[in-house]
DNA sequence: CGGGGTTAATTGAATGTTCATTCGGTCGCA
DNA sequence: TGCGACCGAATGAACATTCAATTAACCCCG
């Protein structure tokens, strides 16, 4: 069944690099499927709407995004270590697929994401977690509930890949390094 | 004719109200029209285009955030003092109109943005820089860009709205104190 | 092996709707 | 009488979605 897989994996990358371009509104179903090589009706065989597309290419992205996550973690090394790891190889990813970055943002401040019973599975928010509990069992970092710090830590990453992205602010590694270290110091255990 | 013609507030106001429910598209000029209690004809004496609406509308909406921001810094304070009040009072604008902080991510977000030439008078993103020049002059902080100690700062109250707006996470006083206090001692001067 | 039959995949023109924008006209005021 | 604010029905373009028709894939019986 691979064939089938192609044009849906083929409609999936073209919306997102369409809502790149042009967002969330101004990408018709028909520069869809033209962008993806396939005829209108044909995007309806694989999703119900415009909605159900939609809210499948976020799982889609998210998914990636937690694999860029996993792939970089060796649990082997120094929690600091990881942790610094994870923080890099999450902005590499954003940095280097703006187009997740926006779509993920545009979703998750559409109707679409509010309107949906969020996903009590979702294997990403459940990871970061995870990684912040350690961190505080081991008394790595500070006592703090693990759930905020992973978003504290997300969001520095977030709002890095953005800016730069928007190249208000040409990043060096050093900069990257710097801001990580921020966070760092800012969460470890006294 | 005051400084903005109650019309026009009306429809830049009932604008913010429904792209927070119905989001950027789902929101056509004849909604806004009824809500703001003007024909749809009256929309286009004001504004242009639906597309030069919502970029006044965020000027309008980066003035409120200023605002918010400038009200709460009393530069007689010690400079940490001010840098939790600063963090605070701007996370209570965000929260307490959660309609600016959907709007805003929106449009930060859509084309719209990106094709604009960025504002090189950004008053809001000058204030911003501004406060963290001078910790860094004064080593409260540590050296580093004052661009990127904003940058982090703002991120990580964004992001803590938007969490909190979410309700995927209720925030006490003492998480929100907590928060504030990462990002201090992350930036603070060792 | 072959061909007839069943199902799934694909097409793209047609449909009906929604929407931004226009414009001829009304109203109130100087 | 003139002007600017305001109205809202009319216009035309754009769009999501449908569907009747076409093609490809597969399977089973002879």
Known sequence: MEALAEKKKAILESTLQLIQEHGF??????????KAGVAAGTIYHYFESKERLICELY?????????????????????????????????????????????????????????KPLDPLDAFHKTMRQFFEEGVQQHH????????????VHGSIITTAKVHR???????????????????DGMAAR
């Open 59 to 115: 799982s889609h992205v998210k998914q990636q995004s937690l694999e860029a996550m996993q792939h970089a973690d060796d649990q082997a090394l120094p929690y600091q270590q990881r942790f610094f790891a994870l923080w890099h190889s999450l902005f590499d990813f954003y940095r280097d697929n703006p187009s997740v970055l926006i779509f993920f943002e545009q979703f998750v401040n559409s109707p679409y994401y509010t309107q």
């Open 166 to 184: 928007h190249k208000k602010l040409q990043f060096g590694g050093n900069d990257l390094q710097q801001i990580a270290q921020i966070m760092w």
């Open 25 to 34: 509104h101004g990408t018709p179903m028909s520069m869809v499927a033209k």
């Open 141 to 152: 970092l500070r006592e703090a509930n693990p759930e905020i710090l992973a978003m504290v």
